[in-house]
């Protein structure tokens, strides 16, 4: 199938507002990963103990933030695609020709993943994002949209079976005579982060890079199905047009939320010993976790959709007008927080990782966000593009061109 179908020339709050908003709950959900130092807990990074508070952000937090914000994000990235594809044929490029710098866009996001990690954040996404898009633009972008939603059910469809084979392991593994054991895949992810000599934090990062590119990316499903669906929606304009979409926005936010909420309430009350679930089995919670993620994450961005179209009716304040820039500038933004956290948290830096808990990570987390906010708001005041938002347009332009533009 061909897209010809011409986008509103206007840029849309909706997306933006979604990516600047999410990135907070980015931030809240990747620096726990810089407290290290002590006991990894199976299926959580969370560590144990704490305050009260702690306890109450440890929860919220797996049942809002872990595994639903990616989603959302691939939902975007999907639909960014789809856009990007439409606004170059709404300007005379052929379809081909389109394709093949997205082509080379998603080569650069997975080059840009691959130094991120080895210079700072062994948990990127952008590699993922780079290599999923690869794979799902040569397969999808052409498709028909029955292709679309038959290919989105199926992988939402192995989720969910997944989900059950897991229960079912994590009941076997209860009953053994012999527990097997847990699984170290968290105490790979931490490692990097209690390495006090550069080089061999450089070292662990890469290691566990291939793990969260291919795992994620591709192995997971819920980024592929949610990028895929992302393709979907862009083609009938959902969030450009939601006045045309409400009951399906209504509809996908409440279902979605809902899901997401209930579903990592029983991972929660396991780890916090509520809900008595032996160590062995503990493993359960990060398929089911990745399964009520996708529809969380959905329905984050339906929530947005919404919020979107009711404050479209009103000039924004300088709030909404801040945080859209953020979005605007997600890349730049997402790659900021690892420059203001890693240097900071882990052992190779200052390692103040290891003297903070849950409630004040995520009051560093918030500070880092605000961080990024004011510099967006500058930059727009400006109308200055993010620098890696540049870089990477300018790195996706055919040879010739960059050449003519220098």
Not at 161 to 188: C, D, K, Q, S, W
Not at 336 to 355: D, E, I, M, N, R
């Amino acid at each position: 199938m061909t897209v010809t179908q011409a986008a509103p020339g206007t840029r849309v709050l909706a997306p933006d507002l979604a990516r600047g908003g999410m990135l907070l709950l980015i931030a809240v959900a990747n620096t726990p990963w810089y407290l290290w130092g002590r006991d990894v807990r199976p299926s959580t990074i969370h560590p144990p103990g704490g305050s009260a508070l702690d306890r109450i952000v440890q929860v919220l937090s797996m049942i809002t933030v872990d595994f639903r914000v990616y989603p959302m994000f691939a939902f975007l990235f999907g639909y960014g695609m789809v856009q990007a594809v439409i606004r170059r044929q709404a300007a005379g490029q052929r379809l081909p020709i389109a394709l093949a710098q997205l082509r080379r866009r998603n080569l650069w996001l997975l080059a840009f993943g691959f130094v991120h990690a080895a210079l700072l954040w062994q948990g990127d996404i952008l590699g993922a994002y780079g290599l999923a898009g690869l794979l799902l633009a040569r397969l999808f972008v052409r498709r028909g949209d029955r292709v679309l939603l038959i290919w989105s059910t199926i992988g939402a469809g192995l989720l969910t079976l997944a989900t059950l084979l897991g229960i079912v392991g994590a009941y076997l593994a209860a009953i053994a005579p012999e527990p097997p054991g847990t699984v170290g895949y968290l105490g790979l992810g931490t490692a990097a982060s209690e390495q006090a000599d550069p080089l061999a934090a450089v070292l662990q990062r890469l290691a566990f890079w291939p793990v969260v590119t291919v795992g994620q990316g591709l192995l997971a499903l819920a980024l592929p199905v949610a990028i895929v669906l992302g393709f979907w929606a862009a083609r009938r304009h959902v969030l450009e047009r939601p006045q045309d979409h409400l009951p399906l926005l209504r509809r996908v936010a409440a279902i979605g939320v809902t899901i997401g909420c209930l579903g990592g309430l029983p991972h929660a009350l396991a780890v916090m010993g509520w809900l008595p679930i032996p160590p062995e089995s503990m493993f359960v919670f990060e398929i089911t976790q990745m399964t009520t993620g996708l529809p969380a994450g959905l329905g984050y961005a339906a929530v947005f959709g919404l919020l979107g179209h009711r404050l479209s009716r009103h000039r924004p304040g300088p709030v909404v007008q801040s945080i859209a820039a953020v979005g605007q500038r997600s890349l730049s933004a997402y790659l900021t927080q690892s420059v203001l956290c890693a240097p900071v948290l882990a052992a190779w830096g200052l390692g103040l990782g290891a003297h903070l808990h849950s409630a004040a990570i995520a009051g560093y987390a918030i500070a880092v966000w605000l961080i990024t906010v004011a510099a967006a708001r500058v930059l727009e005041r400006y109308r200055h593009p993010g620098p890696a938002e540049t870089l990477l347009r300018r790195l996706s332009q055919p040879t010739r061109r960059r050449s003519a533009n220098p």
